[in-house]
């Protein structure tokens, strides 16, 4: 597994490096030896120059994309808000991927898998993540679980190469003219996406669809 972060990042933010160290010292077993990832990353800048960045991005053969965020929130409420802005980010990297021709299966629907996952272990309560929009996780043995049942039939090659350009244009963009907001390693609450944004992206397509709910095409 290749792994691409900031320096110091990791140090700064515990649970994205407990969730990072679990996911390389499982790779075989999770099947992701070739598999990229990456943390503190500028997945899209919309119109308004507001760029949304995720905590951990995992571009898999055998997964496809995965956008993972960790907080240490406790309640539901809490919960509930840390769901929303991953379901923010969600919405905004599926902007981006279905523009791209090679990744459209056809209107509307992406040629790749992607799904967002919540890891937020010191949540213990079942009420508190449930009818949430994310892949809700509490214990790193969970992710390992909810990662295995996303396995699907490996994307192709240039699937990869296509999704990796996507999300290289997105940092290109950013590293150009960078504007973030929050404090920088207070995990997914430092998210800011303008909503006026996420609404415009979001009318650029119709039959917006959920992770458990999109269609993935493979050849053969």
């Known amino acids: 597994m290749k792994i691409s972060t900031p320096k110091d990042w990791l140090k700064?933010?515990?649970?994205?490096?407990?969730?990072?160290?679990?996911?390389?010292?499982?790779?075989?077993?999770l099947k992701l030896s070739e598999a990229n990832l990456f943390?503190?990353?500028?997945?899209f800048k919309f119109a308004n120059d507001h760029i949304a960045w995720s905590m951990v991005t995992l571009v898999s053969p055998v997964h496809g994309v995965v956008l993972f965020e960790t907080s240490p929130v406790t309640c539901a409420p809490e919960v509930a808000a840390c769901d929303k802005k991953l379901d923010g980010l969600y919405g905004a990297v599926f902007s981006l991927l279905v523009k791209n021709p090679a990744l459209a299966a056809r209107e509307s629907l992406l040629a790749t898998p992607l799904d967002s996952i919540l890891f937020v272990p010191q949540v213990s309560s079942?009420?508190?993540?449930?009818?949430?929009?994310?892949?809700?996780?509490?214990?790193l043995a969970e992710v390992g679980a909810t990662l295995k049942r996303l396995e699907s039939e490996p994307?192709?090659?240039?699937?990869?190469?296509?999704?990796?350009a996507s999300l290289d244009n997105t940092k290109s963009m950013a590293n150009?003219?960078?504007q973030r907001t929050g404090t920088e390693g207070k995990g997914p609450l430092d998210i800011e996406i303008a909503p006026q944004a996420i609404d415009f992206d979001l009318k650029q397509w119709t039959g917006f669809m959920k992770p458990h709910t999109l269609l993935k095409e493979f050849p053969g």
């Not at 943390?39 to 997945?43: I, K, Q, R």
């Open 155 to 164: 994307l192709r090659p240039d699937l990869i190469e296509e999704i990796l």
């Open 176 to 178: 150009r003219n960078p």
């Open 12 to 29: 700064r933010n515990p649970l994205a490096e407990h969730l990072v160290n679990f996911l390389k010292d499982n790779q075989q077993q």
């Open 126 to 139: 079942p009420q508190a993540v449930a009818k949430l929009e994310s892949l809700v996780c509490s214990s």
């Open 39 to 43: 943390t503190n990353f500028p997945v």
